[in-house]
């Protein structure tokens, strides 16, 4: 079955429908809320609140076919908003930096932690644009911010991580 009509289910209520919905999309969702919050068990309750509300609010979602999009812009949101509300953002971030593994030739593993060692801001920046594709208008609509800002902070992130990853780049 594909996705619209898993959607059009999903519209009459269908717990299979919604479950293989869910299936479908977790993985790539979890992920994208995992690397804002850096918090597996915080990235996990995003995900699910996320579904939650999208099987609440899914008769409002004209077009199926943009599922997607709609779910991963509130998984972006609430990701964001926990980061935003979480109260020791700061420690978090300076655990993150001082937890970097020595890296190693072909280790994915320490680009994910150096993308994780940046700071929320411009974390989720940089995960909307260069791993999400979005632009700087949909990511100052998203998270509330001018355009200016998200092309800052996202120029702050890759410069971040290029002196992160330099010594790795080089070895």
């Not at 299936?23 to 995992?34: E, N, Q």
Request: proline share 2%.
């Amino acid at each position: 079955m594909n996705e619209i009509q898993l959607i059009i289910q999903c519209k009459a209520n269908d717990r299979a429908a919604q479950k293989a919905l869910y299936s479908m999309h977790k993985d790539k969702l979890f992920t994208i809320a995992y690397r804002i919050c850096n918090d597996f068990d915080a990235a996990s309750d995003i995900l699910q609140e996320a579904f939650i509300d999208a099987f609440k609010g899914i008769n409002s979602l004209k077009e199926p076919k943009f599922f997607y999009a709609w779910i991963k812009k509130m998984v972006i949101r609430k990701a964001y908003n926990y980061v935003t509300k979480k109260k020791d953002v700061v420690n978090l971030e300076e655990s993150a930096a001082a937890n970097l593994s020595s890296p190693e030739r072909g280790d994915t593993d320490y680009i994910e932690q150096a993308i994780q060692s940046l700071p929320y801001k411009s974390r989720t920046v940089f995960v909307m644009a260069e791993i999400e594709g979005f632009s700087h208008k949909e990511i100052a609509a998203e998270l509330d911010i001018s355009v200016g800002t998200s092309k800052s902070q996202l120029h702050y992130a890759k410069t971040k991580l290029k002196n992160i990853l330099s010594e790795y780049l080089v070895g």
